[in-house]
């Protein structure tokens, strides 16, 4: 290959053009709705299939399968579950403020049941989406273009009357930016839209007397009124919402909170983990005034029921349910959407000021091909009208002619040579004729029975009607209140048929603020066995079963019960444990395995070493690798809020195998495999942050490995075992730290 044929370019260049490209990509054609009909390309792209497909409102249902596969054979070529999940969404009343799809069998559920497969379900255009939606696709009120592979035509946008983009809201991530667009009331925004068309100066806290704030599907309480003005201003900002709680009377004086609205945000998994929230109170011993919990939730609503024991402070346990659990929510707005290519974060006014002119446009065209229509049918109503004033000459031209090029030249241009007239007369008359081409296409093609008396009373009629409509619609192009008035009066009629009550109700609340059930603070003892089951029991308890509870157990360990315990492992991370998490009861208790209050997994990690967490806080904390690592760390930088951190930094293939608190006055024995002993001062041993690897304890020979970490008071007298073989610490000799060690005699 020549060198003339080689494009040299910067690396960098190419890879920061790519990669625009790409996310510009994901932004205008994927992830983000059109501020003007407020929808995403799959969404539009499968409303339209639906509509070619003639799946309408009143026809019966068609396989969503069918659907998914002519959209993306067509005009989607983007994977088959992403049309059926936009189609899923489309047709869930939980989800969206009004379904664009009537779906037939399984959609899912708001608890977060997925639909079923694609070949069960059943799918037609919901009846809004034929007639608000999809209407006027004949009338050339939008530009179609052509699709991926230019064999079809698609709408660049859908002609939608309403504004799609506040009545559904929208939710999509893109390349560096997000929508977050909640639901509106559609009663509302058709008012709000038509306050715009009266006073387009409005503001937007003048347009927030019709919208009140969002509706969400859900219903619930937005509970921060006051900073509506600023998110709807902005586009930008975090609704508080909260569920509708009720309080019911039971017999014998107990009561019972109802929850039949949640938060728009707690749709799907966050029900179940509504629920695990409040048996963790209850377990926790943050309250003891539930006794049960249900979920009663059906097709009907939601309805979770929280029975309560008598004497129980209601309000109190309503607060530390919104400050507890995700019955307080907040929801993230962001109304981004894309506008004349590009995205654009807009405010209420912006959004409905964009929808506006997009109806004037939408209208316009509209008009202007019914113009057209009603001019054309003028123009051979007065041709049919003349002709009907001159139907003797019109016949003998056409019983003279000898073909109808010539009888169509003489109505047009008054051309007679070739044709045959019974007198001058006509000849004369027949050359003064000056037809359109239409009018003469539509006179050779009248039939006979046109001339009669009332076929002529009613086409005179039709002409007058014709008249009308032209002077009609030439007002509505060219005037702006004659064009307003049309599209208000489309608005009510919308709203007339398809608006409903608001769902969601917008008021100012105060904070939820409860107080917490005080836990008496007292000492108990930890236990866990060899298989990782742990629990704690009363100081007494251990006490009086001392023997068994050491010998049954590997871990022993005194605790405040307010307090945490430090859990590391040969992998170098520390897992911290609420001593509240664990099961407290009776001695012969099982307990639960760790695993299920912390992130320590069984499966994959060793636990080395595990201590209380305030006790540590004043001590220092002895490490050793398996390759001979030490290092000496202060017990404050454990610390920490997390549940899990990184206790120490390992090298390649390495492992913690001791961890032991440790003090200046000590000795240290590092014990390997092969039996080398090596004895030092504890002082030798560098103090680090837990992030540093250490230094080198003992130089170990190849194969070798460090096996046992030993400390123990200078002249105490200390005994351990070495295969079956009893090694006296003291008397082994003093040496220097980073040494190879003496080896016992066997």
Do not use: W
Not at 131 to 152: C, G, H, M, R
Not at 332 to 361: C, W, Y
Not at 628 to 649: C, H, L, N, S, Y
Request: glycine letters at 6%.
């Amino acid at each position: 290959m020549q060198d003339s044929q080689i494009i040299r370019t910067e690396y960098s260049e190419v890879m920061k053009k790519s990669y625009i490209d790409y996310a510009m990509s994901v932004i205008v054609a994927r992830a983000l709705p059109d501020a003007r009909d407020g929808l995403k390309p799959v969404q539009r792209r499968t409303l339209y299939d639906m509509h070619e497909l003639g799946i309408r409102y009143d026809k019966p249902y068609r396989k969503c399968a069918r659907i998914v596969g002519d959209t993306m054979g067509k005009y989607h070529p983007h994977g088959d579950s992403s049309i059926y999940d936009a189609l899923v969404v489309m047709a869930q009343d939980f989800k969206k403020g009004m379904i664009l799809v009537d779906g037939h069998g399984n959609f899912g559920s708001i608890e977060g049941d997925g639909a079923a497969a694609m070949r069960y379900t059943e799918a037609r255009l919901a009846k809004i989406t034929q007639e608000v939606y999809l209407a006027d696709l004949d009338k050339d009120v939008i530009d179609f273009v052509p699709n991926f592979d230019e064999t079809e035509k698609e709408p660049e946008v859908l002609p939608v009357r309403i504004p799609n983009l506040l009545v559904n809201g929208a939710e999509g991530i893109a390349v560096g930016m997000a929508t977050s667009i909640p639901t509106h009331n559609l009663a509302e925004v058709v008012d709000a839209v038509k306050a715009y068309m009266k006073n387009d100066d409005i503001s937007t806290r003048q347009l927030m007397k019709y919208i009140k704030g969002p509706d969400f599907p859900t219903g619930g309480i937005v509970v921060n009124k006051d900073d509506l003005v600023s998110i709807y201003e902005s586009g930008t900002g975090k609704i508080k919402l909260r569920g509708k709680v009720d309080v019911e009377e039971m017999k014998g004086g107990k009561k019972r909170l109802v929850i039949s609205e949640i938060p728009y945000t707690m749709i799907g998994a966050g029900i179940g983990k509504f629920l695990n929230d409040v048996c963790n109170l209850v377990e926790t011993k943050k309250t003891s005034d539930i006794v049960d919990i249900s979920n009663q939730s059906s097709k009907e609503g939601i309805r979770i029921v929280i029975e309560l024991k008598k004497g129980a402070d209601v309000t109190n346990l309503t607060n530390m349910l919104y400050k507890k659990t995700r019955l307080e929510d907040t929801f993230g707005v962001n109304m981004l959407a894309v506008s004349n290519g590009r995205p654009e974060t807009m405010g209420l006014k912006r959004i409905i000021e964009h929808h506006v002119d997009f109806q004037f446009e939408l209208t316009t065209r509209k008009y202007k091909n019914l113009l057209a229509k009603e001019q054309d049918k003028k123009e051979i109503q007065e041709g049919l009208i003349k002709a009907c004033d001159v139907i003797d000459l019109i016949i003998e031209i056409l019983r003279g002619s000898q073909s109808v090029k010539d009888a169509r030249a003489c109505l047009t241009k008054g051309i007679t040579e070739n044709i045959k007239f019974k007198s001058n007369i006509s000849r004369k008359m027949a050359a003064m004729l000056r037809f359109t081409e239409r009018q003469a296409n539509a006179i050779l093609e009248m039939r006979l029975y046109k001339l009669i008396g009332l076929e002529i009373a009613a086409l005179m009629k039709e002409h007058e009607t014709t008249l009308a409509n032209i002077a009609k619609y030439e007002d509505i192009l060219n005037n702006y209140d004659s064009m307003a008035a049309v599209i208000m009066e489309d608005l009510d009629q919308i709203k007339k048929e398809f608006g409903r009550k608001r769902r969601t109700v917008i008021e100012n609340a105060e904070e939820a603020v409860f107080e917490e059930n005080k836990i008496e603070e007292q000492e108990v003892v930890f236990l866990m066995d060899r298989f990782g089951y742990a629990r704690t029991v009363d100081a007494a308890t251990y006490e009086r079963n001392k023997e068994a509870a050491d010998s049954e157990n590997k871990y022993v360990l005194h605790a405040m019960n307010t307090g945490k315990l430090c859990v590391f492992t040969a992998g170098g991370k520390m897992h911290q444990i609420k001593v509240l998490d664990l099961p407290h009861g009776k001695f012969r208790d099982k307990g639960l395995p760790i695993d299920n209050v912390s992130n320590y997994d069984s499966t994959a990690e060793e636990i080395v070493y595990i201590c209380d967490a305030e006790q540590t806080r004043y001590a220092k904390l002895l490490f050793a690798t398996k390759q001979g690592m030490i290092k000496k760390v202060d017990g404050q930088e454990f610390q920490v809020a997390k549940r899990t951190i990184a206790a120490t930094k390992l090298q390649a293939d390495d492992a913690v195998v001791s961890i032991q608190v440790i003090t200046d006055n000590q000795q240290v024995v590092l014990q390997t495999k092969d039996g080398y002993f090596l004895r030092f001062a504890a002082d030798e041993v560098s103090e680090k942050k837990k992030g540093a690897i250490g230094v080198r304890g003992i130089k170990l020979r190849k194969e070798d490995e460090l096996e046992h970490v030993y400390l123990f008071e200078e002249g105490t007298e200390t005994k351990v075992m070495y295969k079956e073989k009893e090694v006296t610490l003291n008397r082994l000799k003093m040496a220097k730290r980073d040494g190879t060690g003496t080896k016992t005699r066997a």
